[in-house]
Each structure stands twice: as C-alpha cells, then as structure tokens.
C-alpha cells in the first residue's frame, strides 16, 4: 500500500510539474489534457486517474502559485513602519506577477471564470493567508478610521489589486520604458492609502 501511494504521488508530483512548465513555456491555452500527456508522458487515462477533470488540476497549479506568492511576501524585508511596509509587499507582488504571468494569469482567469467552482479547504486556506497578509500593517496605518469603514477600503484595495494583477500579467505595459509595473503598483498603492487618509481625517 505504502510503495502503490508512493508511486502514486510521484505521478501526481510528475504531471503538476510537467503542467507549471507547459503554462510557463507555452501559455495557458496549452494546459489541454492532450498536450499535458505529451509534455508528461503519462497518458491521458493516467492524468484522469489523479484528477477528476482538469478543473482540479488548475486549481492544484494555482495553489502551488499562492503558496509560492506567499512565501515570496513572507520573504519581504518589513520593520515598524507600516507605510513602508505596504510598499514593499506592493513592490513583491508586483515583481511576482511579471515573474511568473502565465501561472498568474492561469490563476486569475479561473477565479474570473470559475466562481462557483468548490475550492478545497486547503486552497481556501492559502488563499486567505495570500489576501490577509498585509491586514496588520493596513490597520495599523488606519487605528483611528473605524472599523468597518477600515474593512471596507481593505476589500477596496485587494479588488483593485487584483484588477491590476491583471493589466500586469498582460503585455500591456511591456513596450512602456519610462515606467515600470512595480512603479506603477506602487503609485496606485500610494494613491489609495492617501485617500483612505483623508477618509480617516473626516
């Protein structure tokens, strides 16, 4: 039972590896089953065997992206001061994204296309440890805005983030010279927590 699982999971290991590097290489239009059984080669029946539908194998990639944008985040060099602190989580998640925009780009697109889909309870988790992690340094900038409006412009800023991800993760901003994507991140950052100031001083 314990040799059985073990090759198992290194199937499993082998096909979530094989699909990063497709989506990484090629695009996320060629995370197919058929060209995920080229690249791994693990025939089709064996990737159906591990995953139910190629929705759960997506979902898998895209867990593996949030861990990694974690630990990236978690990485960050942060003190006392909780402005610079935003920042440099803004400046990481922005350097993420342009690291690695077909895997983001993959995760972004599910989530937009996929709203209702049943995330595992492990998924949700990294998710929330992703969403919250700047939730200390946020509230602290804002101690005296109460709470629920605080909350309130927190959820703001992740929605508005993650509709920039999406500008960052296109090609968009790659002819521009004068500026870059982390730059950008962080005026847009800047300029909300400026706002979010004035709201606090009404």
């Known amino acids: 039972m314990g040799k059985m699982q073990n090759i198992k999971d290194e199937i499993h290991a082998k096909l979530l590896k094989a699909g990063r590097c497709l989506v990484c290489e090629k695009g996320t239009e060629f995370l197919t089953a058929r060209k995920l059984s080229e690249a791994s080669g693990c025939s089709i029946g064996t990737i159906y065997n591990q995953f139910s539908n190629m929705d759960e194998f997506i979902a898998e990639q895209n867990e593996m992206t949030l861990n990694e944008l974690f630990v990236l985040l978690a990485q960050g060099k942060y003190a006392t001061d909780s402005y610079a602190n935003l920042n440099v989580m803004a400046d990481l998640f922005a350097k993420f994204i342009l690291d690695n925009k077909q895997l983001w780009f993959l995760l972004y697109n599910f989530h937009f296309q996929h709203a209702a889909y049943k995330f595992s309870y492990k998924y949700k988790r990294i998710l929330l440890k992703a969403i919250n992690f700047a939730n200390r340094d946020f509230y602290n900038l804002f101690a005296n805005l109460e709470k629920q409006k605080a909350k309130t412009m927190r959820n703001i800023l992740l929605f508005s983030f993650a509709g920039l991800s999406a500008v960052l993760s296109s090609d968009v901003l790659s002819a521009s010279k ?12 800047n300029v909300f927590l400026a706002g979010t100031k004035v709201l606090e001083e009404q």
């Open 178 to 189: 004068n500026i870059s994507p982390q730059q950008i991140a962080k005026i847009f950052l």
